[in-house]
């Protein structure tokens, strides 16, 4: 059975850092496609990072552009979301996804319903 676990949310000031990481169990292959979403209270799960298996396409939203940078560690299956430069509307719980096989147009590996697998969450929260 497959599962994610995250780490590395937590409660920071504006500006600061914190750097998120996902280690799945179980999974006896590389996937695909690894990615970050964040949902915040009221809002829809939205598409933060996303990076296939070569990394050779790694797609940031606009609102992280410059500031957050997805890494993977293919040996070892994980990934990382380093979040610099934090403001308050990053605010959300942060979830892992992973998908298994390939798609055919890389831009669907920003909805969330293209996943496979599911973390169940960290809570980064940036106070002002």
């Known amino acids: 059975q497959v599962q994610l676990v995250e780490s590395g949310g937590g409660l920071v000031q504006a500006g600061g850092s914190l750097r998120l990481s996902c280690a799945p169990s179980?999974?006896?292959?590389?996937?695909?496609?690894m990615g970050w979403f964040r949902q915040a209270p009221g809002k829809e799960r939205e598409c933060v990072s996303t990076?296939?298996?070569?990394?050779?396409?790694?797609y940031y939203a606009d609102s992280v552009k410059g500031r957050f940078t997805i890494s993977r560690d293919n040996a070892k299956n994980t990934v990382s979301l380093q979040m610099n430069s934090l403001k308050p509307e990053d605010t959300a719980v942060y979830y892992c996804?992973?998908?298994?096989?390939?798609?055919?147009?890389?831009?669907?590996?920003?909805?969330?319903?293209?996943?496979?697998?599911w973390g169940q969450g960290t809570q980064v929260t940036v106070s002002l």
């Open positions: 990076i296939t298996r070569s990394g050779g396409n790694i």
């Open positions: 179980g999974l006896t292959f590389r996937p695909y496609a």
């Open positions: 996804a992973v998908r298994v096989l390939s798609i055919a147009t890389i831009a669907g590996l920003r909805f969330p319903d293209r996943y496979d697998y």
